[in-house]
């Protein structure tokens, strides 16, 4: 069985099943219209996982090999399931002949994707973009050296070449995520300079030790920026690994710290929206 990620550009032309939440009470791990694929020996995304999921990709592969079209699963969320949520929901299941027919009518969402800026194509940034095509952002991958950005091509990736990269700054999509990884602490610092002079990001985060910090604190400091703007650059960079050099585990922990940043700043966005409406 292979699990796959659910897009709206899947080349899928065996008959499968969509797996759609019709309603949702309570604590659950899930939200109406949410809705998944299951195929023979293939699934398209999930509905929360755990043994509610579980129990509806078995259900769905008895309806693949049926004469019937449809099922409506009527789960609670409770120990006669082994689950402990408390919650209710309603699973619709229908037979669809491929996936384009599966899809239709269903809105993809992608607006919510945040961009992803990373400055340096080194190790650190190379294994930063193998990593990012199952995560939720519009990934960019930019540096000044020609070879470094073509040792791979990643069809989720855009590469971007510039000889000066802190001056494309101001072309780069505003309300963005900033990751500097490059080679060299006068790039790392323009590039810093540069986006904290337009003050519209969401998130940046620099590659470097405390001292590293120190000193560009220091010196942003001197040329006029705010204490309270410096202090939204994150350096070091990453979750937690101790002292580690190994440029995986650097990428892994910068990820866990942007994917943290990333939930909780979407999160806070759609708190000020109800805030606002509800007044």
């Not at 930063?128 to 960019?140: D, G, R, Y």
């Not at 510039?162 to 780069?172: D, F, G, M, R, Y």
């Not at 703007?229 to 990453?238: D, R, S």
């Amino acid at each position: 069985m292979k699990f796959k990620k659910l897009h709206k550009n899947i080349n899928f032309n065996s008959a499968l099943i969509k797996a759609k939440v019709m309603n949702a009470l309570g604590s659950t791990p899930n939200k109406i219209d949410d809705f998944m694929l299951i195929a023979g020996s293939e699934i398209f995304g999930t509905i929360g996982g755990g043994t509610l999921e579980f129990q509806v990709i078995n259900e769905s592969k008895k309806l693949l090999i049926n004469n019937k079209i449809e099922n409506i699963l009527k789960i609670p969320l409770g120990p006669g399931i082994g689950q402990c949520c408390g919650g209710f929901v309603e699973i619709k299941l229908t037979k669809h002949s491929d996936f384009k027919n599966a899809i239709k009518n269903e809105v993809f969402d992608e607006s919510d994707k945040l961009d992803l800026y990373i400055f340096g194509a080194g190790h650190i940034g190379q294994s930063l973009i193998t990593k990012t095509k199952f995560l939720n952002f519009n990934t960019f991958l930019i540096d000044s050296r020609e070879s470094f950005l073509k040792q791979n091509n990643l069809s989720h990736i855009n590469y971007l070449l510039s000889t000066k990269p802190w001056e494309i700054v101001n072309h780069l999509n505003k309300k963005s995520m900033y990751v500097i990884v490059t080679h060299s602490h006068d790039f790392d610092f323009k590039i810093v300079n540069e986006i904290l002079k337009i003050n519209n990001f969401s998130y940046l985060g620099l590659i470097g030790s405390d001292t590293k910090r120190n000193k560009f604190y220091k010196r942003l400091e001197q040329l006029g920026h705010k204490k309270q703007l410096i202090n939204q650059l994150e350096c070091p960079i990453g979750s937690s690994i101790g002292k580690s050099k190994d440029p995986e585990e650097i990428s892994f922990s910068i990820l866990a710290r942007i994917i943290e940043f990333k939930n909780s700043y979407k999160e806070n966005i759609k708190n000020t929206e109800k805030q606002v409406n509800e007044f």
